[in-house]
């Protein structure tokens, strides 16, 4: 279990990524550019830091086991958005199957959040 206060930062910038992906969605394709980059940049920082955030608590004490399941699945989901929306943006593969991937994941993430702070 971690206090909210330790997701706070990670949990703002995804925040902003949500905001920013409807935005995006909501202004349609050809996506426009500086939204877009704006959307990508902030979900990078928010990887960041996530990684800092787990370093510090890995480097504080012991380590949970469940610490490890949560770093595994936050990796498998972030490698969904950033493959789902890397190819949305090529037009490669099947268009509303990478979006609803896209639309799914951050639920989960959320979910994750959720479980981390021990509300769940
Ligand atoms: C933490 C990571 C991310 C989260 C939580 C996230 C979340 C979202 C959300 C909620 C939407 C709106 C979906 C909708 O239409 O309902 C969206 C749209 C979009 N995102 Fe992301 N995203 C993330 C990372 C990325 C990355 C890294 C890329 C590009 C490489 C990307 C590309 C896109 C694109 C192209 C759209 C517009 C989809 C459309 O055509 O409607 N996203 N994102």
Same mark, same amino acid.
């Given at each position: 279990?971690?206090? &909210?206060?330790? $997701?706070?930062?990670?949990?703002?910038?995804? +925040?902003?990524?949500? /905001?920013?992906?409807?935005? &995006?969605?909501?202004?349609?394709?050809?996506?426009? *550019?500086? +939204?877009?980059? $704006?959307?990508?940049? $902030?979900?990078?920082?928010?990887? +960041?830091?996530?990684? &800092? *955030?787990?370093?510090?608590?890995?480097?504080?004490?012991?380590? *949970?086991?469940?610490?490890?399941? *949560?770093?595994?699945? $936050?990796?498998?989901?972030? /490698?969904?958005?950033?493959?789902?929306?890397?190819?949305?943006?090529?037009?490669?593969?099947?268009?509303?199957?990478?979006?609803?991937?896209?639309? /799914?994941?951050?639920?989960?993430?959320?979910?994750?959040?959720?479980?981390? +702070?021990?509300?769940?």
């Amino acid at each position: 279990m971690y206090s &909210l206060s330790l $997701i706070l930062y990670p949990g703002v910038a995804f +925040v902003l990524t949500v /905001i920013f992906g409807f935005w &995006l969605s909501c202004l349609g394709k050809p996506y426009h *550019q500086v +939204v877009f980059n $704006i959307h990508k940049l $902030i979900a990078l920082a928010a990887v +960041v830091l996530v990684g &800092l *955030q787990f370093s510090n608590w890995f480097k504080s004490g012991e380590v *949970q086991p469940e610490w490890i399941l *949560q770093v595994v699945l $936050i990796a498998i989901m972030m /490698i969904i958005l950033f493959a789902s929306g890397a190819l949305m943006s090529l037009d490669k593969l099947d268009y509303k199957l990478l979006r609803l991937l896209h639309r /799914i994941t951050p639920v989960g993430l959320v979910l994750l959040g959720v479980w981390m +702070v021990g509300l769940g």
